[in-house]
């Protein structure tokens, strides 16, 4: 049986688990118990690839809050767009732990889990232990550059700061909101309950965190209607677009954050990690069974990248007509540096494709 060791217990490298278990690969997961992970809004395309892969029962997808429609204010002239988006609403921590509980359930006796911090004297002494070896440790991760290659690029300073809030009386629980303001822009999502996540993306962090939060919100048109008062504590996170070049080598790969992170505005960071797990699973399994590990890791690196540029592309439209500010337009120039990295990327294209979960040459479907 061949073994694949995964670094990191995330959503993507517990996807990579299940997806090469499935296939009769033995994996050993390197992570940690426990981690920060933010609430997570999965829309109705990320829910279908995570029934794909884990064939969760009905009751997991029934506890959860979900939420039916988004409105939009982005830009000066206060105008909502109302856009019909049915979302479900789970933390990123509870998410884990039921794919881990589900993953020990179905493939007890091929899994197995260390709770190991990485470093160059652990991974090399282990290295030829394992067919591959999957980075999942997100965008802190340096597993490549222990691996003899890889450099991080960051693509600005931003950053989200989180607060979970009590919702005023008569604030619909099926609805969130987007709203900008002058040096940022603000998420509205509740969690059922009463309960909400309150979220501000700021360029750069310039003063006492929770004053700054208190700040933006009261310059929002419609957002700070719907609160009754804050709860728990306040989070902050990096949320600057990261990738890191190359994504994969001889025998090794990353996935979710660790090969590239995106900007929250595309809502849709899970779906990312959640596909690029199913692409690595499927290549991996694609050279074991005869095809050129160089013309597969290739496609690899260039899906990545095309959807990566994708990402860039959406976020500086958004930016671009969002703000003004010397900050913010310093944040756009970073994403046209990103667009210029990318360049080469954009004329190339797919040769493979992927069928189901089995990657298959393009000629072939």
Request: proline residues 2%; aromatic residues 10%.
């Amino acid at each position: 049986m061949q073994k694949v060791l995964i670094i990191g217990n995330g959503i993507a490298g517990l996807s990579c688990a299940r997806l090469l278990a499935n296939r009769g690969w033995e994996i050993e997961i390197w992570g940690k118990h426990e981690f920060f992970s933010p609430t997570l809004i999965l829309n109705e395309i990320t829910c279908n690839l995570l029934q794909d892969i884990w064939q969760l029962n009905p009751s997991f997808w029934n506890s959860l809050h979900l939420l039916q429609e988004r409105k939009v204010s982005w830009g000066n002239d206060g105008t909502v767009l109302s856009i019909a988006e049915p979302s479900a609403v789970i933390n990123g921590n509870s998410l884990r732990d039921r794919l881990w509980e589900h993953l020990l359930d179905k493939h007890q006796n091929q899994v197995q889990f260390q709770e190991v911090t990485v470093s160059i004297d652990n991974l090399l002494e282990r290295q030829s232990e394992f067919t591959w070896i999957i980075d999942a440790g997100g965008r802190q991760s340096a597993v490549a550059q222990k691996l003899g290659a890889g450099h991080r690029h960051s693509f600005g300073n931003r950053c989200i700061l989180s607060q979970e809030v009590r919702l005023a009386n008569l604030v619909e629980e099926d609805i969130y909101w987007i709203e900008t303001v002058s040096e940022g822009w603000l998420f509205l999502a509740p969690l059922g309950d009463n309960r909400a996540i309150l979220q501000s993306m700021v360029p750069l962090l310039s003063g006492e965190p929770a004053s700054i939060l208190i700040n933006l919100l009261k310059q929002t048109r419609y957002i700070q209607d719907c609160i009754f008062q804050f709860s728990g504590t306040l989070a902050i996170f990096a949320a600057f677009p990261q990738i890191l070049q190359p994504f994969c080598g001889e025998r090794w790969l990353a996935v979710g954050d660790a090969s590239f992170s995106v900007d929250p505005i595309s809502g849709d960071g899970t779906g990312y990690a959640i596909r690029g797990a199913i692409l690595a699973a499927s290549i991996i399994d694609a050279v074991a069974s005869g095809l050129s590990s160089s013309d597969c890791l290739e496609h690899y690196s260039l899906r990545l990248q095309k959807a990566f540029d994708a990402h860039i592309q959406q976020c500086f439209q958004y930016y671009l007509k969002g703000f003004t500010s010397s900050f913010w337009q310093w944040e756009i120039e970073r994403m046209r540096k990103a667009q210029e990295l990318l360049q080469q990327t954009k004329n190339k294209d797919f040769t493979y494709t992927l069928k189901g979960f089995q990657f298959v040459k393009s000629e072939n479907i």
